[in-house]
């Protein structure tokens, strides 16, 4: 069953391919980012994460780049696998503490086999 | 498998009803939040508990009450229901109260209102 809405931006990479999904976040005094992946009919599952002190960590075949000039966040896939298909939401912490995850509108990876 | 367990999967009732939705955390999570989404609002938060207590609370309708028990499971109301509340429900837990902590979400209750 499907997990989220049908308007949702839509990217298509082929398998093997890296893939690259973007997240513009709201608010600039934001200090920590989440990425999650929801596949269908799952809850979303956490990938990476990264604090606003740093542009740049990586996982296991992903990355996530932050650009806070632009209030940009990026996510790479790298040799994206059929298994990658899913919905990936960016997610913003203001300030750290007790207010909570403001999740974006998400972005549907579909692989190519 | 997240160790987050909700019930039921899924639940189809009418308007003006009231059901409850009941999530399990992970064993040795303190906190619980609650997540409803729509098809045209996303993720958005509703509510955290953390060992018993309410921590802290996002957009929940007065229509809509959480608690958390002793045994630290946790149970969504759902009142006065409208057809704009049918969405996925999903609980999350985390070890303590703190939302830069990993948040592992259940599979969710999907709530179709008619």
């Known amino acids: 069953g499907e997990s989220v809405g049908l308007h949702l931006p839509t990217l298509s990479v082929q398998e093997g391919d890296n893939s690259i999904i973007n997240c513009a976040y709201s608010n600039s005094a934001s200090d920590y980012f989440i990425w999650y992946k929801q596949e269908s009919g799952k809850g979303p599952q956490f990938i990476i994460d990264?604090?606003?002190?740093?542009d740049k960590r990586q996982g296991q075949r992903v990355t996530v780049l932050l650009n806070k000039t632009v209030k940009h966040l990026s996510l790479q896939i790298a040799a994206t696998q059929p298994g990658d298909s899913a919905v990936y939401f960016c997610?913003?912490?203001?300030?750290?503490?007790?207010?909570?995850?403001?999740f974006g509108k998400g972005t549907r990876l579909s692989v190519i086999a | 498998d997240s160790g987050v367990t909700q019930t039921p999967k899924h639940l189809i009732t009418a308007t003006g009803q009231r059901v409850t939705l009941r999530c399990s955390p992970r064993s040795g999570d303190l906190s619980v939040y609650w997540y409803q989404q729509s098809l045209d609002q996303g993720l958005q938060f509703l509510i955290q508990y953390y060992n018993g207590e309410e921590r802290a609370k996002g957009n929940i309708l007065e229509r809509f009450s959480a608690q958390q028990f002793p045994d630290l499971h946790s149970e969504l109301n759902l009142s006065s229901l409208e057809l704009g509340d049918s969405a996925l429900y999903f609980c999350a837990s985390s070890p303590r109260a703190w939302v830069e902590e990993t948040q592992y979400f259940g599979p969710g209750t999907r709530l179709l209102v008619l």
């Open positions: 997610a913003e912490i203001l300030n750290s503490g007790n207010t909570p995850l403001v």
């Open positions: 990264i604090r606003s002190n740093m």
